[in-house]
């Protein structure tokens, strides 16, 4: 339920979608929409981001008066943590698509990881190259057949292992079609500070939702292990669970806010790195689908602390504020002769 009385629904909208009727994609930018109302966040003062792809474009379709960038194909990372230096106090989501990340933007994808920043990262994940129409992209699973039945002959990349092992802090995967833990999961990523990984798998309708594709809906739905039931509850709010009875966890973001989760079926604690990583690889090996927290260390500074920035932020700060003076130049000048 939200409790935003400052801004309506329409508020958070943006231009109407281009993509085909059924793509998992406008089911995301749904979610966000929802997700970033219900929290109450200013939809003028963001910085949403993105790539090249059909999920690339969706920035577009959401939050328009939004500070938005569209990117380079793959670059997105970089764009984000140069905006994000500059202005730490406009929360930033980054859209991108399994291509964007997984194939030719993986290089800047570990380095964001590796370096905490502060963000939302959501890569709408269908397993092909939807906008080139629809050959295998990095995530695409080993046999996994095309559209014409040619079987993938590469191991797929796991966007959510890769982003653990080089230190991601918050890291999730979800299902277009399962809003209500997406949208749970986008908001514990909002409130998390550092690097917030959501993999969800969108399916391509026109490309890849066909029988045999591991990316398809009808796949997705069979194969599909929910970790936890999840409840996002605002800082402000008493924790008064909604859910059954059953073996309940809260974990405190950092904004105050926190996140229950209730296990479902697998055991899982997601401090455990290790636990994590094995999780995802038998999943892979097994043919499951595992989504939910998979993932979480609350503990490690994000990029803006760790280089220790003025609390003004960097885009604020005037000519004086930037200039030391003749004197401190000239030592400076002198230290490195
Ligand atoms: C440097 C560069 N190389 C290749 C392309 C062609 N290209 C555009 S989008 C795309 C793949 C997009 O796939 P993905 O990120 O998974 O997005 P989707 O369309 O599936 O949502 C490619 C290869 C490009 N635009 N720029
Ligand atoms: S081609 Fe695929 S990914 Fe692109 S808009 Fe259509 S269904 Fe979505
Ligand atoms: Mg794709």
Redesign the pocket.
């Known amino acids: 339920m939200s409790t935003n009385t400052t801004y309506t629904k329409a508020d958070y909208a943006g231009k109407p979608s281009t993509?085909?009727k059924?793509?998992?994609?406008d089911s995301i930018t749904n979610a966000i929409i929802q997700a970033y109302f219900e929290l109450g966040v200013n939809p003028t003062q963001v910085i949403k981001l993105s790539g090249i792809?059909?999920?690339s474009k969706t920035p577009t379709y959401f939050m328009e008066k939004g500070h938005g960038f569209n990117s380079v194909h793959g670059r997105m990372p970089s764009v984000a943590t140069g905006a994000n230096v500059a202005n730490y106090r406009l929360p930033t989501i980054g859209v991108s698509g399994d291509g964007d990340t997984g194939s030719i933007g993986i290089g800047q994808y570990l380095h964001v990881a590796r370096r905490n920043v502060d963000m939302v990262y959501i890569i709408e994940n269908?397993g092909?190259y939807?906008?080139t129409?629809?050959q295998f992209s990095a995530t695409a699973d080993l046999g996994s057949p095309a559209k014409r039945g040619t079987p993938n002959p590469f191991p797929c990349i796991d966007c959510c292992a890769v982003a653990i092992d080089a230190g991601a802090t918050f890291v999730a995967r979800s299902f277009s079609g399962d809003r209500k833990q997406l949208i749970s999961l986008i908001k514990a990523a909002y409130s998390h500070r550092g690097l917030a990984v959501l993999d969800v798998i969108?399916?391509?309708?026109?490309?890849?939702n066909h029988e045999g594709s591991t990316k398809s809906y009808d796949w997705v739905k069979e194969h599909d292990i929910p970790l936890q039931e999840l409840q996002y509850v605002p800082e402000k709010e008493e924790i008064e669970l909604e859910m059954k009875e059953g073996d309940v966890r809260t974990i405190e973001l950092h904004d105050g806010s926190h996140l229950t989760l209730r296990k479902l079926g697998k055991e899982h604690d997601p401090s455990d790195r290790a636990s994590a990583l094995k999780l995802i690889h038998d999943g892979v090996d097994n043919k499951e689908l595992v989504t939910g927290l998979l993932y979480f260390n609350p503990e490690m500074p994000d990029h803006n602390s760790i280089l220790n920035l003025s609390p003004t932020p960097l885009v604020q700060l005037g000519e004086k504020d930037l200039d030391p003076g003749p004197e401190v130049i000239k030592k400076l000048n002198a230290s490195m002769k």
């Open positions: 993509l085909c059924g793509c998992g994609h792809g059909c999920s269908n092909t939807g906008l129409k629809g969108s399916p391509c309708v026109t490309f890849n």
